[in-house]
């Protein structure tokens, strides 16, 4: 199987670096299965990603960040080209679920593993994210595949601003790895709630509709990590064809402050304030004069409402070792 690595260029030197050394090395020889390309602009990742999808055999590696991952999964949805990933990102959040931390750890190890067919292709699930606005009138700029986890409240406010510090401080290792830390204990400082409500078939059989219309956050999983480690769906399996779903009530700022600790550990079910449940298709509505704001795998979108689908074995997903 020949390989295409798709590089994001603007990932962080050091990693970048790293990366080339070690596609240098295991690439000697064997030029003619494998070749390398070096995003110049945004979106550059799905273009190429689009054009390879029409070859056979061949295995796409995304070498960058969840933001990499999320282009070049899109390309490739329902199309019978695998995907690798090798973490050059600050998060690396979708492959806390897929891979162990000496691979997320060393680009040198994935590739490696590439070089050397030392993956299996397994086919994972995929949520189809779609928004509306208020004439339900589908809005195709944001509309997308989601691989990881997509989310509507508070914790699109704290994408928003820990992004604001990446961008402001590009070069500092410390803002990149503490940025969606920080911005999530300025967040609950400032406005916590937002107005919707959601409709889903429950999996426990309590009912389709939410009981309340305003909430601090709601996430919609296929894998369990996010915003640097926040852990929302501990229990995610990314191919039994259902969503982890995670609701949290509007809540006060000392209790925020509590339960904030235990959602990032992945230990907030059995609280009151917190529903989680499965499902395989969830509907979310404004229900106040704000449309809603939400990203899906750490990509804004916003829409009055938003629906989402779990579509089984949607893409082929190349796991190490």
Excluded at 137 to 150: M, R
Excluded at 257 to 264: H, M, N, R, V
Excluded at 274 to 287: E, K, M
Excluded at 302 to 315: D, L, M, Q, R, W
Aim: proline letters at 2%; glycine letters at 8%; one cysteine or more.
């Amino acid at each position: 199987m020949k390989k295409l690595f798709i590089v994001n260029s603007r990932a962080e030197s050091k990693a970048l670096a790293r990366f080339k050394s070690a596609y240098f090395d295991y690439s000697a020889g064997k030029e003619s299965e494998t070749r390398v390309v070096y995003t110049e602009f945004a979106g550059h990742a799905a273009e190429v990603a689009s054009k390879a999808a029409e070859e056979d055999d061949l295995l796409v590696i995304a070498c960058g960040g969840d933001g990499t991952v999320h282009e070049v999964a899109n390309a490739l949805a329902e199309s019978s080209t695998p995907l690798a990933v090798i973490p050059l990102g600050t998060g690396n959040d979708f492959t806390r679920s897929v891979m162990n931390e000496n691979h997320r750890s060393n680009c040198e190890v994935c590739i490696g593993d590439v070089f050397r067919n030392n993956y299996k292709i397994k086919d994972i699930d995929l949520i189809k994210v779609t928004s509306y606005d208020r004439n339900d009138k589908k809005i195709d700029a944001n509309s997308a595949w989601c691989i990881n986890v997509a989310s509507i409240g508070l914790d699109t406010e704290v994408q928003l601003r820990a992004k604001g510090k990446v961008l402001a401080h590009p070069n500092s290792s410390l803002i990149r790895s503490t940025a969606y830390s920080t911005s999530a204990l300025g967040c609950i400082f400032g406005n916590r709630h937002f107005d919707f409500k959601f409709n889903a078939k429950r999996s426990d059989g309590k009912p389709d509709e939410s009981e309340k219309s305003r909430y601090t956050l709601i996430s919609v999983c296929n894998a369990s990590y996010y915003g640097d480690g926040f852990c929302p769906a501990p229990k995610a399996v990314l191919d039994d064809g259902l969503m982890n779903v995670c609701a949290i009530d509007a809540v006060s700022l000392m209790r925020s402050l509590y339960l904030i600790t235990k959602y990032k550990k992945g230990t907030h079910d059995g609280y009151k304030e917190i529903d989680n449940f499965t499902t395989a298709s969830l509907t979310v509505t404004a229900t106040g004069a704000r449309d809603l704001n939400g990203n899906y795998d750490g990509e804004d979108f916003s829409g009055h409402k938003v629906t989402f689908e779990c579509v089984p074995g949607a893409i082929k997903l190349a796991f190490y070792g």
